[in-house]
């Protein structure tokens, strides 16, 4: 799985309430022909992270259709959650 980050962006909480940061990022997932959520031009996923004193979690997430970004009713393994966080924190930290 290629995983490539077009946005993260830090939500910004006005009012004080989320504790540490939070993150809305897009990312393209590339699955190998073998994997049942497998596109030829990729999957879209969007997610919320958050970051509180140096642990990065996923919030929420949801699958789309890149091209014309109708969402799709599927789910991500366990094992592509965790490269899909691992990947946000190395671009997290690269980019700040």
Known sequence: ?????????????????????????????MLDEEDELYRPDGIGVRCIMAWIDGETTLKSYYVYEPATDEV?????????????????????????
């Open 1 to 29: 799985m290629t995983i490539t980050w077009s946005a993260i962006e830090e939500i910004l909480d006005p009012t004080g309430l989320i504790e540490g940061e939070r993150y809305e990022a897009h990312a393209r997932l």
């Open 72 to 96: 799709i009713d599927l789910q991500l393994e366990e094992d592509e959650l965790t490269e899909l966080v691992q990947s946000f924190i190395e671009n997290r930290t690269r980019d700040n």
